[in-house]
Every structure is written in C-alpha cells, then in structure tokens.
T-cell receptor, first 108, second 113 residues
C-alpha cells in the first residue's frame, strides 16, 4: 500500500463546477499536510497547508480528518486556469511523502 | 528574485559516466532536498539536508550521493548512472524544514542510455 494515495483522475469538469479531491495516508504519526499544484511537469508549487480545523483560501477549501487519516481539497467555481495536477503531501520524521497526484481538466 | 536554480535543465548521458546536477538557492534556507518524479509514482525523496554538513537518506537514495558544504548549494551526484535513473529531478528548499513551504527548482530531465 502506498503511504499517500490519491485518485489519479483525470477529473474532467466544466467551468464553474465544484470538484473535490481526496487523499488518504497510512502513517498515523504524520504531522504536516499540504496540497501542492503541478502544471504539466513543471515544478510543484504550494497551494495550501491543511489543518485539523480546516482552512479556506478563496475558492479552495482543505480539510483534514486525523482519525480517518484523510485529507480533502474542494475547488469551487472552477476556472480554466485550475487545470493542473494536484499533489497531496504528508510530512513526518523530517521527510515529505507525495501522492501520485490527481489530474484536473477544466473545459470551457 | 528569490529562487532555486538547477543545472543542467536537460541531460542525455551514457551508462557509467559520472554526472553532477547542481542546485542553488538564494533564500538562506536551511532545509534542502532532492526528489525524482516518475510516471505513476509521484515525487520520491532521494536525500535531504537539515543544514550545512548534515545530510540524510530519503526513500530512494541508492545510486546517488549528495554534499552540503555551503548553505546555498546542494549538488546531486550520480557516480555511475544507470538507465533506471532516467527521470525528472527536482531540488527543493525551505526555511525551517519539511513542515514549511517547499520551494522547488525548475527540474532536470535526465536520460541515461
């Protein structure tokens, strides 16, 4: 079993749609949680950190459920520019473990 | 401009020919790391460094070496490259460690024939 698992997609949605990505992790001692965005084999860039209390940044909302070892990302009112691969990232013991990514395609 | 730079960006080489991929950051970050990215496997950490002269293995260190003699530089060395090291490599840095935002370099595409 992978340490961080994501649905690879692709998720193909129309502009304006709401889309949700899920991620599960296996190490219950994990301490840090993030979503990164990666465009077409370019470098990953931080989208947002994820906290137990949940956090929101504009159209993006991230949630963490430690009991279920589950992380989610909700994107509302999707834009064409949101098309990318979204990486779920979990940190513990000085290391980061990346999921394989979920690909999102937003169509006009 | 705050950035992480990698060189070369693209490299084609042959099996067994030693190579070095350089990584440099100008943000005075303490934590630096190397990843490789392969289709379906995501990014996997090769080595990381907490500070100068402090390095440790990540999840896939076999066939790689690193050094951290200066805070800003963290070169990745392939002593005897093999075709299974063909990959996309990213260097990253952060101020405080793995809990902080990671800033990635633009990537190095390596093909080992």
């Amino acid at each position: 079993r992978k340490e961080v698992e994501q649905d690879p997609g692709p998720f193909n949605v129309p502009e304006g749609a709401t889309v949700a990505f899920n991620c599960t992790y296996s190490n219950s001692a994990s301490q840090s949680f993030f979503w990164y965005r990666q465009d077409c084999r370019k470098e990953p860039k931080l989208l947002m950190s994820v906290y137990s209390s949940g956090n929101e940044d504009g159209r993006f909302t991230a949630q963490l459920n430690r009991a279920s070892q589950y992380i989610s990302l909700l994107i509302r009112d999707s834009k064409l520019s949101d098309s990318a691969t979204y990486l779920c990232v979990v940190g513990s013991s000085y290391k980061l473990i990346f999921g394989s990514g979920t690909r999102l395609l937003v169509r006009p | 401009e705050a950035q992480v730079t990698q060189n070369p960006r693209y490299l084609i080489t042959v099996t067994g020919k030693k190579l070095t991929v350089t990584c440099s950051q100008n943000m005075n970050h303490e934590y630096m790391s190397w990843y490789r990215q392969d289709p379906g496997l995501g990014l996997r950490q090769i080595y990381y460094s907490m500070n100068v002269e402090v390095t440790d293995k990540g999840d896939v260190p076999e066939g790689y070496k690193v050094s951290r003699k200066e805070k800003r530089n963290f070169p990745l060395i392939l002593e005897s490259p093999s075709p299974n090291q063909t990959s996309l490599y990213f260097c990253a840095s952060s101020f405080g460690g793995y809990q902080e935002t990671q800033y990635f370099g633009p990537g190095t595409r390596l093909l080992v024939l």
